[in-house]
């Protein structure tokens, strides 16, 4: 009986270190690959909330030395909506947090409202609210400050489900800056990605 105990004692023993193994590996792996796909833990009891209405195929886009980003970034402020870009281009990086609206991590129309506001002007929380903002305005003209609205993962669901900031002007390709659920507060592009399938319309807000 005695050598039967200490083998249980043993197993026991053996279970709770393999189970202490456990919880270091999800503390160390799992938070990690969150924080380097820029999704915070949001809610009080730790349940992720990371994922949200945006793409996980579209590839952002690289902001180069020649990028029209970059030119307001270097001092071209030459209208409101230049210096309104290069504000949204200098929180490139921030992670994405659902609900969120300040610089600890934005979503996508959180991102928006904070950006917008810092301008004076209000914008209300919300993909769908912020697609009825100012005027509709064809793609062909759109230019810097103006919002893009998409729809979002599922392309059959038509009604607004992300938003971006439009950070070129015609004649160049539309790009745009977001928060993304895949890489927080990136640059995109509109034509040959998956975010051309999920547009919906640009909006004026700052004539």
């Known amino acids: 009986m005695q050598h039967k105990g200490l083998n249980m004692k043993k197993i026991w023993i053996t279970f709770g270190v393999l189970l202490s193994l456990l919880v270091l590996y ?18 009080l009891d730790g349940r992720d909330k990371g994922f949200h209405n945006d793409s996980t195929l579209a ?17 071209k402020y030459v209208t409101k909506t230049d210096s309104l870009v290069a504000f949204a281009l200098q929180r490139y990086g921030t992670e994405y947090t659902y609900g969120g609206v300040t610089e600890e991590g934005f979503d996508c129309s959180g991102f928006i409202t904070f950006v917008y506001n810092q301008f004076g ?4 929380h919300g993909s769908a ?8 305005v064809p793609v062909q003209e759109a230019r810097k400050g103006d919002l893009l609205i998409f729809t979002g993962t599922n392309l059959e669901d038509r009604t607004p489900g992300h938003v971006g900031i439009v950070i070129t ?9 977001h928060s993304s659920s895949n890489g927080g507060v990136k640059v995109s592009e509109l034509e040959g990605t998956l975010y051309q399938k999920r547009f919906l319309d640009v909006r004026r807000v700052i004539p």
């Not at 002007?121 to 209300?124: E, F, H, R, T, Y």
């Not at 609210?129 to 509709?136: H, S, V």
């Not at 002007?169 to 800056?177: L, S, T």
């Open 26 to 43: 999800k503390v160390f792996f799992t938070e990690g690959d969150l924080r380097r796909a820029g999704i915070k833990r949001t809610s």
């Open 129 to 136: 609210a912020q697609a009825k903002l100012g005027e509709t």
């Open 121 to 124: 002007v209000s914008i209300p």
């Open 169 to 177: 002007n015609p004649p160049k390709a539309v790009q745009f800056v």
């Open 59 to 75: 590839k952002p886009v690289r902001l180069e030395k020649n990028s029209p980003g970059l030119g307001v970034l270097e001092g």
